[in-house]
């Protein structure tokens, strides 16, 4: 159980008190505790910006999004934890080159279903909320809710 909380903190790149954050308000929504738990940590700016591509990593794309690099729905965020929702609108603010190596290397990963995004306008936007089967495979979160759950 431990062991599941820690894989999932490590790949998204949250402390431990963030994490619990996430866990407490999935736990207070209805639905599956969870599934909710992993849209939370979907829906994050820079997790989406890692699945769209425009990072290499989720540890570069919350430094993209630190650096003032993205707007959604026309504003200006450099907060990586800034949850997204469906019909959020995420644009690459200016063309700088620093996003073409990215591009290149996330041809081979795919763009998940609940995101669409336009590679020559370097803008994606958020379609639905992502369903379990379309998020990372790698996470127990059965494991993670009976672990907070003692």
Known sequence: QLRAKQKARRIYGLLEKQFRNYF????????????????????????VVYRVGLGTSR?????LVNHRHFEVNGKLVNV?????????ELKVKGSDGVFDVALEA??????PSWLSFNTDEKSAKILTRPERHEMEP????????????R
Request: hydrophobic residues 30%; charged residues 25%; proline residues 7%.
């Open 24 to 47: 407490d308000q999935a736990a207070n929504e209805p639905g599956v505790t969870g599934v909710n738990l992993l849209r939370h940590l979907e829906l994050r700016l820079d997790n």
């Open 59 to 63: 540890k570069q794309a919350r430094q």
């Open 80 to 88: 990586p934890s800034y949850q997204l929702k469906p019909g959020d």
């Open 106 to 111: 996330s041809k081979v990963r795919p763009v």
């Open 138 to 149: 790698g996470v127990e979160e059965q494991l993670i809710v009976e672990f907070y759950s």
